[in-house]
């Protein structure tokens, strides 16, 4: 809070000595600083008066933008995005500078698509406050959508300079150089994202489709594994499963590939592709112990032989 000064006026007279009105003029004298005390005192109640309610004003202010917020991310939560900017818009009406309600504004119109807007009003959160991370952060988002990728990958970096604990940066930097076929850097950055919130079942997720696309699929299997621990909705079990499922044929366990597909089926009765690879791979398991029983009866017969030769 400023202080606010204000200058009083020195209501007092100078007074001609005149030796005949001597007496008369010190009372006088007297009278008016008596009355100029009372007038500061009465102005420095109003000052005291004007404060408070300025105070309450701020205060209320402050409230009103607290709750305007909320109550748009809150909207935002249940996809109504056009709502939730109606609510950041009247946060800024009421203080033009809230860094806040434009990042989220920002975020809003990213998630409806208008990419060139979120970018102008991510700008504006930078410009009240150029030290907002999280509005590099959806700066970056909105030039990553316009195919601005350079700039956005600056973006990114600015905002996790200014705060390496930003999580959403260190993902969508992640996601950016996943863009690039950069892979190993990516996993990298989705390590770090998940060092900061270890419960964000996303992260495992596009970290496991890096690591199939570099061949590390036991790794990627460790992956599906903590993002199944994470209790996904049906969808995104099924997913998991399946890419799970896919990981484990990659290195041959193939038993445990159809354990996988077979789970799908007890989610979701209707899945096709589940269902046809349930269908392949119990064929192929059964043609391989058909085999392996050939095999070892082949093994058995020709020690046998060699017994029998033995005692000959």
């Not at 105070?55 to 009103?64: E, F, M, Q, V």
């Not at 930097?173 to 060092?195: C, P, V």
């Not at 064929?283 to 046998?304: E, L, S, V, Y």
Request: aromatic share 6%; charged share 30%.
């Amino acid at each position: 809070m400023k202080k606010i000064n204000q200058t009083q006026k020195n209501t007092r007279r100078k007074i001609q000595k005149v030796k005949i009105h001597k007496k008369k003029e010190k009372i006088s004298i007297i009278n008016q600083q008596s009355d100029s005390l009372g007038q500061i005192l009465e102005k420095l109640k109003n000052q005291e008066k004007n404060l408070k309610k300025q105070r309450k004003s701020l205060n209320s202010n402050l409230n009103s933008e607290k709750l305007l917020i909320n109550k748009g991310l809150s909207l935002m939560c249940k996809g109504k995005f056009e709502e939730s900017i109606n609510q950041f818009d009247e946060a800024i009406k009421l203080n033009p500078k809230n860094d806040e309600a434009y990042v989220n504004k920002s975020a809003a119109l990213i998630e409806l698509n208008q990419f060139k807007k979120g970018l102008q009003t991510a700008n504006l959160a930078i410009k009240s406050n150029s030290k907002n991370d999280e509005a590099y952060n959806k700066k970056g988002a909105a030039l990553f959508h316009l195919n601005k990728q350079k700039e956005a990958e600056s973006q990114f970096q600015k905002a996790i300079s200014l705060n390496p604990k930003n999580e959403f940066a260190q993902f969508n930097m992640a996601n950016l150089l996943r863009e690039w076929d950069r892979h190993t850097e990516a996993i990298e950055y989705y390590n770090r994202a998940i060092q900061i919130n270890p419960t964000d079942i996303e992260y495992y997720i596009e970290k496991a489709f890096c690591l199939q696309v570099l061949k590390k699929y036991k790794n990627a299997i460790e992956c599906f594994n903590q993002a199944l621990s994470l209790n996904p909705d049906e969808e995104l079990t099924q997913t998991l499963l399946m890419n799970k499922g896919f990981s484990l044929g990659c290195i041959q366990q193939f038993e445990e590939e159809l354990d996988c597909y077979q789970k799908v089926v007890k989610v979701n009765p209707k899945h096709k592709e589940a269902q046809q690879l349930i269908k392949i791979l119990s064929i192929q398991i059964n043609n391989c112990k058909k085999a392996n029983d050939n095999g070892t009866q082949k093994n058995k017969k020709q020690k046998i032989r060699q017994l029998e030769n033995k005692k000959n």
